[in-house]
């Protein structure tokens, strides 16, 4: 620690603290125009200039000097007021000054310290700027007449985003921010840079005109996309949210956001948003009455029940709060008598509610995000994990670039993860993960590698035999890899003193079930790698609750239907009434044509919604709900952490939130009083769900509580087979693009701006045999459908490997596939 | 979907074997990016698009950040050059006898203006300053070549001369 002065104040800070910082800690205010907490010190602004006694009253910049001991600063003698005030008629020089028009007004550093320094008039003068201002995106206005070049947005998009769009190009007085061929961004549009933009340089566009920032009124809840669960403030005027506000002081990540996290509001008042409930009268969906409706609903419900309830079913999306899913959990198995609800066909959510239960005793992950940059080897499941949490990918670039985490990416095919410093990756063939990592479990045991701890653990010795099959060299081919790497993959992380696993999870990700998490478990269980900081393994649940889902037991027990008996016995009439959540099957589950059959044949259909998804439209009744805006409650994401979702504004329309509904009909099903609140639901739910014992609504704060997850661990052996491929056709991969999650996303404008519709992606080689190019529609045809992709050519993809979103609901893929981990297709053009 | 811009297929024609040879040259060396450029450049006269996205995806660096590299050094051009680089001087002596004169007549035989390049590639104009031999007022440069005392007449005759000249170096 070192001790200093400042203004008088004496302080003491960590010898690596920079004057900034100790001022800051001493609640003494530097202004600051090109440094960020986030990134590193820049010193180019000089607007942070101080006064230090033993330099001879020189000025130095605040937030690149490095305190020492006996220091004596000073903030604000009349001679740094004065050289403040010429760093802002400097940069006021050239700046366009058109405060009126520009969004950022208000929020603007530039024009706050202006009105604080009371710069109103300029001694200089000089031309302003003529640059051309880029409106080639429709996301991020970029105003370089307005830029003050404090070089936060390029160093942000390179040090956590490790994207680089922007860079200084020329020199001296012609020196701008630019892109590469000075060319219009076409980047990930994250919007980091428009976030830490000091100024109006960088603006939302969707945002543009809407409001004055001081006319908005601000919600702190948490995204409703991907289950990494970043906070959000939401930016409100006329009970309409109009944006997201950048706060780098909120969540683990700082306020950093995805590009759906941040432009995917817009799905919250959408006009496509479903305002009145729907009923089928002479085939045709018309409006109806919320009384009108609910009856209908009930008088099923009702009869369901008399009938003994095995003839309703539900299948919901774990978007829903816990509450909601509490209570449709209750209306099924204690009103109704049904066991049959289920949620994302399975696929996303075996990892945990079979795996990890039965490997770990709970179905959660034993780590949580913040191992992630603690950990000193990192090895990821599928480059996909960029894509499906994009902010956990910033936190993996952020471990590689600022901690030096040794990252290994184990994927079917590149990504941008594998770009990363020093980063390697493992290509291996699709689909054969457990056997990988079955492999690197021999090798652990066949070198000695194990833990001391393991043999205390139960069932070694099954997994030792289990594991006879799987010698390096016998695997190696099937997973297209060398048993050397495989050997040395499993020595490395064996030997690594902390290692973390991450395994993405999603309906796109079908291979991603028990099997693999349990192989996963069984290789940290081996090495002593779970239950200590910078270790474990991160199994990442899809969507924004999915680990609540699990949490809730939102999927069948005591014999209950899953998704795929469900859809089946919809198919062969067993199911008569199905109660669809949220949830677009249609879509997002394999085999659409089944799926589709199966919906077509179900007696009555009820689907609640946001919107008349593709799902909705075969709807007997169709009941509007509400946005996660519109709500209060909590979600439960990566990691266990359970956090509040607070309401913004009113519900869109006639539409009620999923508690309203459900609670309504809870208490007519079950003859009781309906719950007084959400609250009064997560106390049922502390004293049910043993996890959530003992925590409280009122008690989880602005950061939430990570629930505490104990229980005994074993070793269960995962199977893994080879996967057999068929001579002549392409492996297809479905998966997440980066600008979406699940189907909600196409609701949002800004994920469509960028990612309108599907593609197939392909490798060069490929794409030269079939003689196609970016954009040229391709064909690809399974045993169970056909689709017309467009061709997206790119060097991440391995021969004979295609890669396809799955969220698109014209030439879905799902028509493609039937859930297993590999689809197999002929390709033409 | 990486939206990583160095995997966008190139739109410029151009033979990478070159460029990928002088990159392997330096590809074990530490902050080789400088000399791969400069061996770009010296390899096809001028660094080309395709060249750009190839160094950045070879030696992992963004595409943005090479482009700040070369429009920070004056050295490197981003067009191709023509193989005669014709310079005239504007600085003040050259000015006050009649530069300007020498410049709109190269304007107007060769077609092309400042910093552009004729389309047979065999010119590239440029107005400079001072070229510190203001006592041969006003002057001019053909690559190497220097030519004092200018005149309308003696541009005509520079043209003719360098249109006959070979265009392989
Ligand atoms: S939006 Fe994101 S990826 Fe694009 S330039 Fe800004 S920080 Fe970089
Ligand atoms: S665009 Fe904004 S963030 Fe980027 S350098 Fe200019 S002022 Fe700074
Ligand atoms: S989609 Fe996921 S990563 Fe993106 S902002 Fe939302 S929670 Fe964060
Ligand atoms: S804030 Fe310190 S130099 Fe810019
Ligand atoms: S001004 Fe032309 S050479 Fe000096």
Not at chain 1, 795 to 814: C, D, K, L, T, W
Not at chain 2, 48 to 72: H, M, W
């Amino acid at each position: 620690m070192v001790n200093l002065t400042i203004d008088d104040k004496q302080v003491t800070v960590p010898k690596d603290a920079t004057i900034y910082d100790a001022a800051k800690a001493a609640g003494i205010r530097i202004p600051i125009l090109c440094h960020d907490k986030k990134l590193h010190p820049f010193g180019g602004c000089r607007m942070c200039l101080v006064e230090v006694e033993q330099m001879k009253g020189r000025q130095i910049p605040a937030c690149t000097t490095p305190v020492t001991e006996g220091m004596i600063v000073r903030t604000s003698t009349p001679d740094i007021i004065q050289a403040r005030k010429m760093v802002l008629e400097l940069l006021l020089l050239k700046h366009p000054i058109d405060c009126p028009v520009c969004d950022a007004a208000g929020d603007c550093d530039l024009q706050n310290l202006t009105y604080e320094y009371k710069v109103n008039a300029n001694r200089f003068t000089d031309e302003k700027f003529q640059h051309k201002i880029d409106y080639e995106n429709p996301l991020i206005e970029r105003d370089m007449n307005r830029c003050i070049h404090c070089g936060k947005c390029a160093r942000i998009c390179d040090e956590i985003v490790s994207y680089g769009a922007y860079s200084f190009l020329n020199r001296g007085l012609e020196a701008k921010i630019g892109t590469e061929f000075d060319g219009p961004l076409n980047c990930e549009f994250c919007g980091s840079c428009v976030s830490v933009c000091p100024v109006g340089a960088l603006l939302s566009r969707p945002f543009k005109f809407k409001a004055r920032w001081w006319a908005l009124s601000k919600t702190k809840t948490v995204c409703s996309y991907c289950g990494t669960g970043c906070q959000l403030t939401l930016g409100i005027k006329d009970g309409k949210v109009l944006t997201t506000i950048y706060d780098e002081n909120q969540g683990f990540h700082n306020g950093q956001l995805c590009t759906r996290g941040r432009w995917g509001y817009q799905f919250v008042n959408s006009d496509k948003r479903l305002t009145t409930p729907l009923i089928r009268k002479n085939g045709k969906l018309v409006q109806a009455s919320w009384e009108e409706a609910l009856s209908a609903v009930k008088e099923r419900l009702f009869s369901a029940k008399t009938a003994g309830g095995e003839s309703a079913a539900c299948l919901v999306t774990p978007r829903l709060t816990n509450e909601e899913l509490f209570v449709l959990k209750k209306l099924f198995n204690v009103a109704l008598g049904s066991q049959n609800i289920d949620h994302s066909a399975g696929y996303a959510h075996n990892a945990l509610s079979a795996g990890a239960l039965e490997s770990l005793g709970y179905a959660a992950s034993p780590s949580t995000i913040a191992d992630i940059q603690k950990t000193n080897l990192l090895l990821v499941v599928k480059s996909d994990a960029y894509e499906t949490h994009p902010v956990l990918g910033f936190e993996i670039n952020l471990g590689v670039k600022r901690k030096g985490v040794d990252l290994r990416v184990v994927s079917d095919k590149r990504g941008k993860l594998s770009r990363l410093p020093d980063a390697t990756t493992y290509v291996h063939k699709p689909g054969s993960e457990v056997l990988l990592f079955n492999a690197m479990a021999r090798v652990i045991i066949g070198e000695n590698l194990v833990d001391a701890g393991a043999s205390s653990i139960s069932g070694l010795a099954e997994l030792k035999n289990s594991l006879q099959g799987y010698a390096p060299e016998k695997v190696a081919e099937a997973c297209g890899m060398s048993a050397d790497e495989i050997i040395v993959l499993a020595r490395d992380y064996a030997k690594a003193e902390k290692a973390l696993i991450m395994l993405p999870l999603g309906l796109g990700y079908p291979g991603h079930g028990k099997d693999l998490a349990q192989a996963l478990i069984n290789l940290a269980l081996l090495t002593g790698k779970i239950g200590k900081e910078g270790c474990g393994v991160l199994i990442m649940g899809e969507k924004n609750n999915s680990q609540g889902a699990v949490d809730m037991g939102v999927y069948p027990a005591k014999g209950g239907k899953d998704a795929v008996a469900i859809l089946d016995g919809c198919a062969a009439g067993t199911v008569k009434t199905l109660y669809v959540v949220g949830e677009n099957p249609v879509v997002s589950y394999p085999n659409r044509k089944a799926v589709e059959a199966a919906l077509d044949k179900v007696e009555f259909l009820i689907v609640q919604d946001l919107f008349l998804t593709e799902t909705a439209e075969k709807a007997h009744v169709v009941l509007p709900a509400c946005s996660f805006a519109e709500k209060d409650g909590t979600f439960t994401s990566v990691g266990k952490v359970i956090q509040r979702v607070n309401r913004a504004i009113a519900p869109v329309g006639l539409s009620r939130s999923d508690f309203e509904i459900l609670n309504a009909l809870y208490a007519a099903c079950a003859n009781t009083q309906p719950y007084a609140d959400v609250a009064a639901v997560f106390a049922e739910i502390s004293e049910n769900v043993p996890a959530y014992k003992g925590i409280s609504y009122a008690g989880l704060g602005e950061n939430g509580v990570i629930w505490p997850a104990g229980g005994t661990p074993r070793f269960v052996p995962a199977e893994g087979g080879a996967v057999q491929g068929e001579s002549g056709k392409y492996a297809l991969l479905t998966g997440s693009a980066l600008n979406h999650c699940g189907t909600l996303s196409r609701f949002g404008e800004g994920p469509m701006y960028v990612c309108p519709a599907g593609y197939a992606e392909l490798s060069y080689t490929d794409a030269s045999a079939l003689k196609v190019k970016n954009d040229d529609l391709l064909t690809l045809k399974s045993a169970s459908g056909e689709v017309r992709l467009k061709a997206k050519v790119s060097a991440r993809m391995p021969q004979g490997v295609i890669f396809a979103p799955y969220h698109f609901g014209e030439e879905s893929v799902n028509t493609l596939t039937t859930g297993a981990p590999v689809t197999w297709v002929n390709v033409s053009k | 979907m990486s939206n990583a811009p160095a995997e966008q297929t190139p739109t410029e024609e151009i033979d990478l074997a070159a460029a990928n040879h002088i990159i392997d040259k330096y590809l074990t060396l530490h902050g080789n990016l400088m000399p791969v450029l400069q061996g770009i450049q010296d390899e096809y006269g001028y660094v080309p698009k395709p060249t750009i996205d190839l160094v950045a995806e070879r030696l992992n660096v963004y595409p943005s950040q090479i482009f700040g590299v070369l429009t920070f050094y004056a050295q490197f051009h981003l067009k191709p050059r023509g193989r005669y680089i014709i310079r005239v001087c504007v600085g003040t002596a050259c000015h006050v006898q009649g530069a300007s004169r020498i410049v709109e007549t190269f304007f107007d035989k060769l077609h092309i203006g400042h910093a552009e390049t004729s389309p047979d590639l065999r010119y590239t104009f440029e107005k400079v300053a001072c070229l510190g031999a203001c006592g041969m007022a006003p002057l001019a440069m053909v690559n190497d070549a220097t030519y004092g005392s200018m005149t309308v007449q003696k541009v005509e005759q520079i043209i003719a001369d360098y249109n006959q000249r070979p265009m392989k170096k």
